[in-house]
């Protein structure tokens, strides 16, 4: 679907003013938030006309509106009340973050859009700390879109190739700047369940021998988070793994002497996350578990019942 269409389509539903639209090709503009309200402010942020606020980064100075930020960030909308002593200023000072992460936050707050972050040099990684700091400044200011949209661009880089040696420092300051309770945390978390064999194998990995350094390093000094990881992998492969179910069934024939003897098979799914085949159901088995041929978990007999016809 075009990004034409989508503005079509969303534009003409009553309720589509808050609606995040994630586009997942990663064209020149990933992630795009179509609120009515910020359609056509751009203009407003380039020129400061009418401008009623100003935010102030170090040397930058953005000349806004309150009408646009207090709408979409929880910390704006107090900062331009009572109950800040900004506001009577008209000026709010937040030198304290990085300037390029905050541009691209209120660029999108008249924009609804979040660029891709791409590298300009061949072979050289994006760069995932920006994603990760838009995501943090967009959790410290209350724009809980941006949170999970910008968390979304990080995980596209961090994941894409992990085994950049900047993955270990990706991971160190995912630790180190987001709480425990952090989506971003629980995704890298998953990711790393499944990819930690070739993170963490130089045998796999002999190119990239930093990278796996840094994980190990990132782990070791974050005894809580790697405790988290083990839990994750357990709960993943217990011995007996829930679930194992009946994906479909054929028939096969035996032919015994002269005579064909029509048997069914079930095709069974392993439960485990870090395997998860399918396979035939022994059909000689008269037990109520089998070993997966690949990761040699438990496998519980299917408790669905075959009851259509051939």
């Not at 639209?21 to 938030?33: G, L, M």
């Not at 891709?116 to 990760?132: C, F, Q, R, Y």
């Not at 809580?224 to 217990?238: D, G, K, M, P, Y």
């Not at 096969?252 to 098979?265: I, K, S």
């Amino acid at each position: 679907m075009s990004t034409a269409a989508m503005t079509d389509s969303t534009a003409s539903s009553e309720d589509s003013a808050s609606k995040v639209i994630r586009i997942e090709t990663y064209a020149s503009v990933v992630k795009h938030n179509w609120s009515p309200m910020v359609m056509g402010c751009a203009s407003l942020l380039e020129s400061g006309e009418f401008s009623d606020f100003t935010i102030v980064c170090g040397e930058r100075i953005w000349k806004v509106h309150e009408a646009i930020i207090s709408r979409q960030s929880k910390y704006f909308k107090s900062a331009c009340s009572n109950a800040f002593s900004e506001a009577a200023n008209g000026q709010i000072d937040l030198s304290c973050d990085d300037e390029p992460a905050l541009n691209l936050l209120i660029t999108y707050l008249y924009t609804g859009e979040f660029p891709e972050i791409k590298s300009g040099t061949p072979g050289v990684a994006p760069d995932a700390m920006l994603a990760l700091k838009v995501h943090v400044l967009a959790d410290k200011y209350g724009i809980d879109a941006l949170v999970e949209i910008a968390a979304q661009e990080f995980m596209r880089i961090a994941t894409r190739v992990p085994f950049w040696p900047e993955f270990g420092a990706w991971l160190d300051a995912v630790l180190d700047d987001t709480s425990e309770t952090s989506s971003l945390r629980e995704t890298m978390l998953e990711f790393l369940r499944r990819a930690l064999c070739g993170l963490l194998d130089p045998g796999k990995n002999k190119e990239n021998k930093q990278a796996v350094q840094s994980v190990e390093a990132a782990l070791t000094r974050t005894p809580e988070f790697a405790v988290a990881l083990l839990r994750n992998i357990s709960s993943t492969l217990r011995p007996l793994v829930e679930g194992g179910q009946i994906k479909s069934h054929a028939r096969f024939r035996v032919l015994e002497g002269e005579g064909t003897d029509w048997q069914h098979e079930s095709r069974v799914s392993c439960g485990a996350l870090s395997c998860g085949i399918e396979f035939s159901w022994p059909t000689g088995l008269t037990g109520d578990e089998a070993h997966c041929p690949r990761c040699a978990q438990v496998v519980p007999r299917p408790g669905a019942v075959y009851s259509g016809g051939w």
